[in-house]
């Protein structure tokens, strides 16, 4: 059984394929079988302009043909697409969402805060760990950063921020925003376990990968801080140069690595856990558990 996830960020826009299988005991087992990123910068006109721009608009719609047209060709059962901050705030989302439908069939669900930690959630990560250390997941996008807290075996605490990498490239997230996530996180996250941090989202994904750690080890927040130090000492030019970063990768770097430092110091965080897990994949996750009684009948 063939499922898909598209999660419309504010930086990019991703397709998941996945095959659905049932093992020996029984639990559903979730097989990559395709992953497609475009960097359609949403956020870069709906942070500023409040709306997303034709040409954007047109960008958004050639994507989701391209989908609809992958969608077909792999045979897949059920789609659910999500859309995140950028389309939250853009006040003419309504309009291109009825667009795609009409165009591509394909539904855009715009989705809050909550419910987008709550996708992230699905992926059960903070389960499969250390029952002696708490959890906190921090997943920081385009257009927002969702933090939900684990400890004693059940989640406590669950809040999005409209702190996020293009938002801070754009110089639209106040001193008083920042202030709210700390008062935050000093008040709700408390537990006298040791807690880590999960990190989920493209550029912490990207640093990981230039940390060379082995995969299932953590990294320290001291090396945060470093990468934070060295890649904005460069120009985005030399980022993408001397560390082989896509140019829409390289801009956005930045400010995720500060916003990252910043909720695990505000947390007493000493380090961050990187599982290659995201939205879409909480998606997949959260639309077979929504179909199963019917998917394998």
């Known amino acids: 059984m063939r499922l898909a996830a598209i999660d419309i960020g504010s930086n990019a826009a991703r397709l998941l394929i996945?095959?659905?299988?049932?093992?020996?005991?029984?639990?559903?087992?979730?097989?990559?079988?395709?992953?497609?990123?475009?960097?359609?910068?949403?956020?870069l006109d709906v942070f500023e302009n409040k709306a997303i721009s034709p040409m954007r608009s047109a960008m958004l719609l050639e994507t989701m043909h391209a989908y609809r047209h992958l969608l077909n060709a792999y045979q897949?059962?059920?789609v659910r697409a999500c859309a995140t901050s950028a389309m939250r705030d853009a006040k003419n989302s309504a309009h291109l969402i009825q667009q795609v439908k009409e165009k591509t069939d394909i539904l855009i669900e715009i989705i809050s805060g909550d419910v987008e930690a709550s996708m992230i959630n699905q992926n059960h990560i903070a389960e499969t760990l250390d029952n002696n250390h708490a959890y906190l997941?921090?997943?920081v996008g385009g257009g927002s950063t969702e933090l939900t807290f684990f400890a004693e075996g059940r989640m406590k605490y669950r809040e999005s921020f409209n702190i996020g990498t293009i938002r801070l490239l754009k110089n639209q997230v106040s001193e008083n925003v920042w202030d709210?996530?700390?008062?935050?996180?000093r008040n709700n996250i408390k537990t006298n376990l040791p807690i880590s941090a999960i990190g989920s989202g493209g550029n912490i994904n990207k640093i990981f990968s230039l940390s060379k750690k082995k995969e299932g080890k953590p990294l320290s927040f001291q090396l945060i801080k470093d990468y934070y130090k060295e890649l904005s000492s460069v120009s985005v030019a030399e980022r993408i140069r001397l560390y082989n970063l896509r140019e829409d990768r390289a801009d956005v770097i930045v400010p995720a690595l500060q916003?990252?430092?910043?909720?695990?110091?505000?947390?007493?965080?000493?380090?961050?856990?990187?599982?290659?897990?995201?939205?879409?994949?909480?998606?997949?996750?959260?639309?077979?558990?929504?179909?199963?009684?019917?998917?394998f009948d």
């Open 18 to 43: 996945s095959e659905v299988t049932i093992d020996d005991t029984g639990n559903p087992q979730f097989n990559k079988l395709n992953l497609v990123r475009v960097p359609l910068r949403l956020g």
């Open 76 to 78: 897949v059962t059920k």
């Open 137 to 139: 997941y921090i997943d």
């Open 180 to 185: 709210e996530m700390k008062d935050h996180l």
């Open 259 to 295: 916003i990252y430092a910043n909720v695990m110091r505000w947390a007493d965080i000493n380090e961050i856990y990187v599982p290659k897990i995201g939205l879409a994949d909480g998606i997949v996750k959260n639309l077979y558990e929504m179909n199963k009684p019917t998917l």
